[in-house]
Structures are given as structure tokens and as C-alpha cells.
């Protein structure tokens, strides 16, 4: 691809990343008349149709669902919308507002600079060109790079491999038995979509915990959100970093929501192992931590229940009685070696994450993980900073329910540093909405 010699054009503010995050960060961009404009490499929200399996669900309730001007307002608050109800609530709201979106361009650089604030080299099907911002700001998700483990192509050719996100039905994959790797959301979700499709699965679990989808007869991240847990400012979640680290609780909205029960999927024939170790050609290795696994998943699930418990204790609420998970299966053993020919297993589905990858920003903004080092998204390099990343005010942050909130304040900071007699629009939005 050449490069075009243009002379370098200008824009206050530019926006990196035409998903949920950054376009609620053009909402608001756009309510005070700050110039800027969206640069999104493919499409606006593209990764909610192109990165999600067939029978995807949200997790979280559709209450939950709130961007600016555009909360949920459908029949079902306390259902989960489908992947294709999320594209459709999506795309209507962007019939509310036009955003200045330039897609399909691809930021390959940012270079931070002493005189010109940061100059982008913009990538295009025409080549390249170069744009100069004050300010700009990385909407671009935390986590990029899908993981698979260095022996992945020491393993038997013949046996297909995923990654999660190129998952989308059990009719994609070849006849036979299923090794999914990882017990996170994506993990369960999908070998509970394989499982009920009536496919051999077998699932190599890690140390995700899990919730109960409803308890006491409201949905537990309802009880949570009225807890305060995804108000919380992350300095003062309980159990600080250690805390924030932790593999997301996996749990299901599918057909209105239920509980992901590994134990019971083991009992209707789903071979569960522990940690998966290493492998080469058709042997697979496996820590002896199944068991370990499930009473740690199975102790939270307990845990979050009794802080409900307290919670209605406290405030009085009258609620069904009180309950807790009693397992339904327990290993006999704990596996150590699979070979994928004698099981009959044609594919594997990494679902063990994801990698930060912000090698093309080059600025000091960056800790020894090559993770961001900011406060409520504002990074210590003047103009740069971070929106709808896990953990970066609350544990609602990355997701819909805290996407609007953190956008106001990210938005609020551009806006003061662009015209400091603006009024903030955090404080007039949360006048006229009387919070």
C-alpha cells in the first residue's frame, strides 16, 4: 500500500474507536459543538454482529442498557436481549444523532509529540495519510489480541481450532466431539449452546467464578446494582486489584436467564477437566485442579448470595426465603491426559481471552503490562486518554450500564479543556435529569 505525501490536517479532538464507548463519547462531544471526528477501522458496533455467536445473549439485564439519549425501553427490562435485539437497539440509536464517523480508516500510529500534540498515521484502501489532534482519545476496547497458547501448533493438525470470537453455531464446526477451552462467559456460554445442540463436549475449566441468575426472586446483578457493587469507585471495591483481575462470573440470559451449572452438564454427559497445561500432536495435559475449580466457582456463587442475604436484612425487605447451591455432581477423579483421536474430538474453541495490544501509540502512558495507566480514563500524557475499559472507574465501567456515566465525565474533561467557561455537562445532564 504507498503512502500519500498530504499535508497533515488538523482536528481537536480525535476519537479512536466507533463502538458503544467511543460514539457515547461523540454524543456528548457533539451536544457542546466540539469539533472532532470518530475513526473506526471497520464499521460503527460492527463487533456486536461479527464477534458473537449465533445464540449470543447479553448477561446483564436489558435495564442495564443505557447510552446517552437511548436507555431500554422495551417490554422486557428484566430480559436479556439477543445478539440481533442489541445490533437493532444499537442501530436505532444511532439514528438519533451524526456523529462525524469516518470508517473503514484504520489508525496504524500516534505519535505523541512535544510541539504538535499527536500526529496519526491514518491507513485506508488509498493509502496513507497523516492527521494531527490536541487531544484523542482510545476507544479502541482493552483487549484486542485473542489468546491462544504457544502449543496450539504443536497439536494435531487435523483437529480444528477457534478462538472464541470465531464462533457463531455448532453447525460451523466438523462432525464430531468439542474441546472448549476456558470456563469465563464465553467459555460456558458456548459449550452450554454446543450441549443443548446435542454436540459431545468436553470443557477444560479455569478459575472463573459463577452467579446465580436470579435469587430471592429478583435477578442478582438487579440485587448488586441497588448494592451500590457497580457504583463503586475502583480504589474502593472490596478486595482491591486482586479483585479487579478476576475472570468475569459466568452466567446465562439465554431463554430469559438461568444459571450455567457445570456439575449438572457433567451429570447429562459433558466431560469437565482442569486446567489445561500443554499438549503436542493428539495428547492434551491438565492440572488436577477440577475439583478446586468447581467449590471455588460454586463458593462465590454461595458468596454473593449471603451479601444479598445482608442486604436484605439490612434494608428489611420481605423476600422469598434464603437458599444456597448444594452440588449435584462431584469428580471421581481428575483427569490428567486427553487424546483428542481416541475421543473423537474434530474441534477446539479457545475461549481464554484476550491480550492488550497498544503497541502503535506511542506515548508514556503505559504500565510494564503494556495496560494504561489512567484515572477515570485520563492518562498522565496532556490529551490522551482511555474510554470502555473493565475496571477504569467502577465494575460497571466497560459495560452499558457504566459506558454513559464514564463518556459524560471523559467528555467533560475535553470539553473544559477546550473552552474552560463551557459549563460541565456532567453537572447540567445530572441537573435536568434531577440526579
Known amino acids: 500500500m504507498g503512502t500519500h505525501a498530504h499535508t497533515p490536517t488538523h482536528i481537536p479532538v480525535a476519537v479512536i474507536g466507533g463502538g458503544q464507548a467511543g460514539l457515547a463519547v461523540s454524543w456528548y462531544l457533539g451536544e457542546a459543538d466540539v469539533d472532532h471526528v470518530v475513526i473506526e477501522s471497520q464499521t460503527a458496533m460492527h463487533a456486536w454482529a461479527s464477534k458473537r455467536w449465533d445464540n449470543f445473549t447479553l448477561v446483564t439485564p436489558n435495564w442495564h442498557c443505557r447510552l446517552p439519549g437511548h436507555a431500554y425501553d422495551g417490554p422486557e427490562p428484566d430480559g436479556f436481549m439477543t445478539r440481533d435485539e442489541v445490533v437493532s437497539w444499537l442501530s436505532d440509536w444511532l439514528t438519533t444523532f451524526t456523529p462525524p464517523l469516518r470508517e473503514r480508516t484504520t489508525v496504524s500510529r500516534i505519535r505523541h509529540t512535544d510541539t504538535a500534540g499527536f500526529e496519526l498515521t491514518l491507513t485506508t484502501d488509498d493509502g496513507d495519510e497523516i492527521l494531527t489532534a490536541d487531544q484523542v482519545v482510545i476507544a479502541t476496547g482493552g483487549y484486542p489480541l485473542p489468546v491462544i497458547p504457544p502449543y496450539a501448533s504443536a497439536l494435531d493438525p487435523a483437529v480444528a481450532q477457534i478462538h472464541s470470537e470465531e464462533y457463531f453455531s455448532p453447525g460451523q464446526l466438523a462432525d ?100 489445561l497445561t500443554g499438549g503436542k500432536d493428539s495428547t492434551l495435559e491438565f492440572a488436577p485442579t477440577l475439583t478446586e475449580s468447581l467449590d471455588h466457582a460454586d463458593s462465590v456463587y454461595n458468596s454473593i448470595c449471603a451479601d444479598i442475604d445482608r442486604h436484605i436484612a439490612t434494608i428489611g425487605i420481605d423476600a422469598p426465603e434464603p437458599t444456597r447451591y448444594e452440588p449435584v455432581w462431584t469428580p471421581d477423579e481428575e483427569p490428567a491426559r486427553l487424546d483428542l483421536a481416541a475421543a473423537g474430538i474434530t474441534s477446539i474453541i479457545w475461549a481464554i481471552g484476550y491480550h492488550p495490544d497498544y503497541r502503535w501509540i506511542e506515548a508514556s502512558a503505559f504500565d510494564g503490562a503494556g495496560r494504561p495507566m489512567q484515572t477515570r480514563g485520563i492518562t498522565q500524557v496532556e490529551g490522551l486518554s482511555f474510554i470502555g475499559l473493565p475496571w477504569m472507574h467502577t465494575w460497571g465501567s466497560g459495560r452499558f450500564l457504566g459506558i454513559d456515566r464514564d463518556a459524560r465525565h471523559l467528555a467533560d474533561k475535553i470539553i473544559e479543556s477546550t473552552s474552560p467557561r463551557r459549563p460541565h455537562l456532567l453537572s447540567t445532564h445530572l441537573l435536568a435529569s434531577g440526579q
Open 176 to 275: 464430531g466431539a468439542v474441546l472448549v477451552v476456558g470456563s469465563g462467559q464465553s467459555g460456558a456460554q458456548i459449550a452450554e449452546d454446543l450441549h443443548l445442540a446435542g454436540r459431545e463436549v468436553h470443557l477444560a475449566i479455569g478459575n472463573a467464578p459463577r452467579v446465580a441468575r436470579t435469587y430471592r426472586g429478583r435477578d442478582c446483578m438487579t440485587w448488586l446494582a441497588d448494592m451500590g457493587l457497580y457504583d463503586t469507585p475502583t480504589q474502593e471495591y472490596p478486595g482491591g486489584k486482586a479483585a479487579q483481575e478476576k475472570t468475569n462470573h459466568y452466567v446465562t440470559g439465554r431463554d430469559g436467564g438461568r444459571d450455567v451449572d457445570l456439575r449438572q452438564f457433567a451429570l447429562e454427559g459433558m466431560r469437565l477437566y482442569g486446567l
